[in-house]
């Protein structure tokens, strides 16, 4: 019950500031992803995302996800009932500053709560991520974005860089090297894409008011919970009549990484691959 509640609340409240402050580049994005193995941890993650544009370079987003945990062998002795669900909830504003001709500065700022239960939050479960990013623009076909961010992406909050070197061969080529995502995209159609990837992504979460299991005849606490990877992906994306667009994608992960942080400060890491990584969902176009 309390999950539903706060689901169909975070609904309630997209709607309405949909309804009063839409203007122009406005998008509704729903996407489920599963990431399946049969050895440590499989999950099912399901995203909603609203963002709404503005004038003058500036944008607000905001999203809500869940994702369903499975804990697998060999973590028979943790309690899962209590993290079999965790919650993300992010609201943020995106301001571009152009600075002088071909060059712009992207600010972004992105606070955000990551919990297994919203109402025992406590100081640990909001993080604020952040960055901030120079555009440099070469040529029609090419442009370089590179600067700093701050956010969980390896575990515990930190400053991190970023870039990516943009380039189009032509109309239905276009390459995208960089750190954390490098892909490599074909456009036929004017409907249809490919998109090749492979990106270094991560999933954090503090974990409030549950037990993990017992040892040495100690009760221990959950205190947060840690995934990584690195992914390789395949995705095709359709554009429909009001320039929605739908997507699926399949893909496969290595080097994962699983730990879990207890309040004795242990950790415990697993590593693991993925056997299959699926995603889809659709983009819809509030514009029109």
């Not at 623009?137 to 974005?145: A, P």
């Not at 860089?161 to 390459?175: A, G, K, R, T």
């Amino acid at each position: 019950m309390k999950y539903s509640m706060s689901r169909y609340q975070f609904f309630i409240l997209m709607l309405c500031v949909c309804k009063v402050f839409c203007q122009n580049k406005n998008s509704l994005n729903y996407e489920r992803s599963y990431n399946t193995n049969a050895d440590v941890v499989s999950t099912v993650k399901d995203e909603l995302k609203l963002e709404l544009g503005f004038k003058k370079g500036f944008s607000l987003f905001s999203s809500y996800s869940n994702t369903r945990i499975d804990l697998l062998n060999p973590l028979g002795d943790f309690n899962q009932k209590d993290i079999e669900n965790l919650y993300s909830f992010d609201i943020g504003i995106k301001k571009q500053v152009h600075l002088k001709e071909n060059l712009n500065l992207n600010l972004v700022l992105n606070p955000q709560i990551r919990t297994n239960e919203f109402d025992y939050i406590n100081g640990a479960s909001f993080n604020f991520n952040s960055s901030l990013i120079l555009e440099k623009k070469f040529t029609s076909k090419s442009k370089l974005n590179i600067g700093l961010e701050y956010g969980t992406l390896f575990g515990k909050s930190s400053i991190y860089p970023v870039f990516d070197y943009n380039y189009s061969f032509n109309n239905q080529f276009h390459l995208n090297i960089g750190f954390p995502k490098t892909n490599l995209k074909f456009n036929w159609f004017t409907k249809n894409n490919l998109i090749l990837a492979v990106e270094y992504d991560s999933y954090y979460s503090s974990i409030t008011n549950s037990y993990s299991r017992v040892k040495n005849n100690m009760l221990l606490e959950y205190n947060s919970l840690f995934i990584n990877k690195t992914q390789t992906s395949i995705s095709y994306n359709y554009t429909f009549f009001n320039s929605s667009i739908i997507n699926f994608s399949i893909g496969k992960s290595f080097n994962n990484t699983l730990k879990i942080k207890e309040n004795n400060n242990e950790v415990s890491d697993y590593s693991f691959n993925n056997n299959l990584i699926i995603s889809m969902g659709i983009k819809y176009n509030l514009n029109k």
